[in-house]
T-cell receptor
Framework: NAGVTQTPKFRVLKTGQSMTLLCAQD?????MYWYRQDPGMGLRLIHY???????AKGEVPDGYNVSRLKKQNFLLGLESAAPSQTSVYFC???????????????FGPGTRLTVL | AQTVTQSQPEMSVQEAETVTLSCTYD???????LFWYKQPPSRQMILVIR??????QNATENRFSVNFQKAAKSFSLKISDSQLGDAAMYFC??????????????FGTGTRLQVTL
């Protein structure tokens, strides 16, 4: 199993450009998440999905859109990139929660995005 | 909303010594889960140890153990016999046990651990 993979690993954008980050998991997980990591701020949740065709906003959703057309994929889009979106982006996935289970999240390797 | 606080931005430990990383959290819930994640220079997030709030016994994973004080809302990580490979950023995280919360994690700001010879 590859686990959680992210494409691309690095990207440099100019202000105003658009791009899509792809997250894929092969563990048949129902839940998927997008986080951003900034120095001194830990990981913050952007958007998440509890199943195919459903998405919801997290803590810092502004400037991002997401789609979950297939269970194994979760896309994060930036329609008009801004320098404030320079960050490291992590995707994660987890199983449906079962009472008493940790339901831990498994993380991808991250994407470093720089917006000039 | 829950918050997680890691008050030590950086810590240093000598190889083979023991170090404790602090984490406190704020919640009104009685049932939840707590995690410590390690992030080495490779950026990969690695689960180190986890604790269920309704279990009083502190979790242990080899050289890693926690001191879970539910009343004080404290969840510290102890690393014994520190190794050079333990050098990393460590994140404390909280997850509600309530249904309908989508198993979302709330992270602290992290503690960077240096291991010296």
């Amino acid at each position: 199993n590859a686990g959680v993979t992210q494409t691309p690993k690095f990207r440099v954008l100019k202000t105003g450009q658009s791009m899509t980050l792809l997250c894929a998991q092969d563990m048949n997980h129902e839940y998927m998440y997008w986080y951003r990591q900034d120095p001194g701020m830990g990981l913050r949740l952007i958007h998440y999905s509890v199943g195919e065709g459903t998405t919801a906003k997290g803590e810092v959703p502004d400037g991002y859109n997401v789609s979950r057309l297939k269970k194994q994929n979760f896309l994060l889009g930036l329609e008009s990139a801004a320098p404030s979106q320079t960050s490291v982006y992590f995707c994660a996935s987890s199983l449906l929660p079962v009472s008493g289970s940790f339901n831990e999240q498994f993380f991808g390797p991250g994407t470093r995005l720089t917006v000039l | 909303a829950q918050t997680v606080t890691q008050s030590q931005p950086e810590m240093s430990v000598q190889e083979a010594e023991t170090v404790t990383l602090s984490c406190t959290y704020d919640t009104s819930e009685s049932d939840y889960y707590l995690f410590w994640y390690k992030q080495p220079p490779s950026r990969q997030m690695i689960l180190v140890i986890r604790q269920e709030a309704y279990k009083q016994q502190n979790a242990t994973e080899n050289r890693f153990s926690v001191n879970f004080q539910k009343a004080a809302k404290s969840f510290s990580l102890k690393i014994s016999d520190s190794q050079l490979g333990d050098a990393a950023m460590y994140f404390c995280a909280y997850r509600s046990a309530l249904t309908g919360t989508a198993s979302k994690l709330t992270f602290g700001t992290g503690t960077r651990l240096q291991v010296t010879l």
